[in-house]
Nanobody, 115 residues
């Protein structure tokens, strides 16, 4: 069964950190680039970070560059997103998916940044 299970979200104060995980199953994880996305209330889903299948190439959206770090473990079939120096505007539901040929979205994990 193909699925993504995101976890690690929560409530954090501005300037704080969180570590997100996305466990993937049902396909050959190691041959796909993996992406993290987020969707804030009332806004469209946006691409946050991309990591190629080997991890050698990484992309970040300008809004998170220097604060977020994407990584992956091709043995554990898991992609990670380390969130540092969090801002209120980072509040969103965070999702992962593969690239190309994205699959059904998981439930996501809620990140709320508030004092």
């Amino acid at each position: 069964q193909v699925q993504f299970v995101e976890s690690g979200g929560g409530l954090v104060q501005p300037g704080g950190s969180l570590s997100l995980s996305c466990a993937a199953s049902g396909f050959t994880f190691s041959i796909y680039s993996m992406n993290w996305y987020r969707q804030a209330p009332g806004k469209e889903r946006e691409l946050v970070a991309v990591i190629t299948n080997t991890g050698r190439s990484i992309y970040y959206a300008d809004s998170v560059k220097g604060r977020f770090t994407i990584s992956r473990d091709n043995v554990q079939n898991t992609v990670y997103l380390q969130l540092n120096s969090l801002k209120p505007e980072d509040t969103a539901v965070y999702y992962c998916n593969r690239q190309p040929s994205p699959l059904k979205w998981g439930q996501g994990t809620q990140v709320t940044v508030s004092s």
